[in-house]
């Protein structure tokens, strides 16, 4: 069983920065790629930003040089650092997990809300 609990989330600035922590337990084939979704309000959910345990890292595009995922392998943690933050950058952000070779199934967590203002 997966189990991904996000925090970290809250009202911010445009321009601003806020780090974001995703504690994860499980099947430790689930935990080896973790990634970063959001969806904001009406919209599909999104990938943001991926890691696997040996440190590749994916970005969309929209968050490439603002965004940094990294993570604690001891202490199966991942964050997202997030800066120079923008008003579009407003949604729940879930941490997710799974969907690759030994763990087909794809697994995140409630979600952390992040509120940007002008």
């Known amino acids: 069983q997966v189990q991904l609990v996000e925090s970290g989330g809250g009202l911010v600035q445009a321009g601003g920065s806020v780090r974001l922590s995703c504690a994860a337990s499980g099947d430790p084939m689930c935990l080896a790629a973790m990634e970063w979704y959001r969806q904001a309000p009406g919209k599909e959910r999104d990938l943001v930003a991926a890691?696997?345990?040996?440190?590749?890292?994916y970005y969309a595009d929209s968050v490439k040089g603002r965004f940094t995922v990294s993570r604690d392998n001891a202490k199966n943690t991942v964050f997202l650092q997030m800066n120079s933050l923008n008003p579009e950058d407003t949604a729940v952000y879930y941490c997710g997990a799974g969907g690759g070779y030994g763990c087909p199934d794809e697994y995140w967590g409630q979600g952390t809300q992040v509120t940007v203002s002008s």
């Open positions: 890691i696997t345990s040996d440190g590749s890292t």
